[in-house]
């Protein structure tokens, strides 16, 4: 998805699969495979910068709570027999804070890019069981230790941490599995109870979270094909589906400074409805709208090639650029596009032949040329094939 936040640069093609996804809805939050990659891709910007913040501010937080550990137990004045407890705890914390202080040090050094997920899940098994062990030392000691802050690990997880919500659910599932596992095996009687407690207690908080996930996960899947929607309607016609004249006019300056790089021919067609006016007058707006229609779809063929580009400029006048093609391709593909309406075959009392015609003016961009000085080359061989009876293409001197 340019996320591309203004015009997401979506084809006639993809924009019917979301428009598909959107009426067939997402309940179990999952789109079409190539829809899905594309929200993946979305869902995944920016998302590097924010996991080094935030692994930032866990490993300070983790380091100021190891730091008060010998404060908060004083072991110069434990009994012989808890020194082993406490060289467990030590290590535990230790270990957590080499495991944070790496992934910190990995995240703000490279972008996460392909590693981000197994990054995401590494690190938070890491700090939820390594926080249940931590804990544990701390009953076992007879220290008070608030066990409640687990539970904040636990809803830790469904946050915006890159993961989907099918995949924090696994993951959730995991380190609940091993912080009770934690829990059962290093305590016993009334501690362990205790822990048994919050286990339950973290599993509720978990399924809160989760419901709390859907439904953003819900939204943002939502938006994104909202926005995609709303940035075609930004950049295209809505009555021949072509782009319009702002998508044009910023995909016309690319074109041209590409080509110009490139060495490449660039040809731009200016199209033009004869006697529209007259033919409104007698066959109504709607049949207007209807030939406009036909005349965008003969244009719309002579568009082959990937970077050529179709669009409707403003009333009756339409645009075509042809990527790549030499001014005899262009005229070919042009004299086709009279042949195709022709046989079309619109009927047109006002006009000369008796049926609908454009005049197309025809011009090649040229080195050092701008996009607004190829549009008035066109445009005068537009005018030019007007002036000399209409229904025809002329290509600018
Ligand atoms: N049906 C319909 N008509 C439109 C639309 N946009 C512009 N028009 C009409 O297109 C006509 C353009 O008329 P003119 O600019 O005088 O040109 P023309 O009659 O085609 O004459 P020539 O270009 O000289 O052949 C006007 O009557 C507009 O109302 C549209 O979206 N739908």
Redesign the pocket.
Known sequence: MPTQDTLFPITEAQRTAYARQLRQGFGRLRFEPDLEAAFMADFDRGLDRRLAWLSLLITVVWLVFTALDPVRMQPDRLPPAQLGLWTELLLVRGVVAAVLLGATWRAWRHPLGAHRRRWVVATALVVTVGGAWGATCYLRLGGFQPLEILLLLVAGLFLPIGLTLRQTLPLAAVCLTGMSAVGVLQLEGAAQGRFLYLAGLMVLTALLAAFGAYHREYAQREQFLLRAELGWQAGHDA?TGLCNRRLFDDRLQALVRQVQRDGLPLALVLA?????????DVYG??A??A??QTVAEVLQAMASRPLDLVARL???EMAVVLHGASQADAMRLATQALAALRERGVPHAGSEQGWLGM?LGLAMAEPGDTPLALYQRADRALYQA?HSG?NRVIAAA
């Open positions: 009555l033009d409805v004869d006697h529209f006016k007259r033919f409104n707006h709607p207007g709208d030939a406009l403003g009333g009756e005049s007007k209409r």
